[in-house]
């Protein structure tokens, strides 16, 4: 049973894992290098992040400044930010690639808000279904007589108290996301 509620642990902690993952991609008004995560730039042939063929950093809170370890790379960045729908558009010098952040408007904020509800809606229904899986395999063992119906009510109730507090803390870091969002 121990190893019934380690492994609903762990893919309850995986949900969280994603959670976070897919915040940072939900952009604030702040410029963070993790947003531009989801780039993928036709290196050689080859869709390659953009972290692996250059130098990705933030000059000021609105601002990137994309910088590519081979020069002729530029325009296949420029075409992967373009593809990416990032909303931002690229202006190339010759050396490197610059990215303004448009200011958000608060219809923008609200749309952004209602995305990460989602988002955490989601993050919810993947630790509800860890919790489905774990609840399975003890009715499936006390079906088979492996354990009595009173261990299998006994870990019920703990994976329960586990799903609540992974439940919790999904609910903290949205909020503070949203926070982060509504804050200009």
């Known amino acids: 049973m ?26 604030t008004g702040r410029a963070q290098v993790s947003m531009l995560d989801a780039v993928m730039v036709d290196y050689y042939g080859t869709p390659t992040a953009l972290n692996q063929v250059a130098s990705v950093s ?3 809170a609105k601002s990137f400044l994309i910088a590519p ?16 729908n990032l909303g931002m558009s690229p202006q190339n010098d010759g050396k490197v690639v610059r990215l303004r952040l448009p200011d958000l408007t608060e219809e ?15 993050a919810k229904i993947s630790i509800r279904m860890a919790r489905r899986d774990a609840n ?10 492996e354990i009595s119906e009173d261990e299998q009510k006994k870990s019920m109730a703990d994976i329960q108290t586990t799903t609540d507090d992974y439940v919790k ?4 870091i949205g909020s503070e996301k949203e926070k982060e969002l509504l804050t200009i």
């Open 2 to 27: 121990e190893e019934i509620k380690a492994t609903a642990s762990e893919s309850m902690e995986k949900a969280i894992t994603s959670l976070q993952n897919e915040l940072k991609k939900v952009r």
């Open 58 to 60: 933030c000059p000021d």
């Open 69 to 84: 370890w081979e020069v002729n790379v530029l325009k296949d960045i420029e075409a992967g930010i373009i593809k990416s």
């Open 108 to 122: 923008r904020r609200k749309d952004l808000v209602k995305n990460i509800k989602k988002i955490i809606e989601d």
């Open 136 to 145: 399975d395999l003890l009715k499936k063992k006390q079906k088979d007589k």
């Open 169 to 172: 803390k999904v609910d903290a």
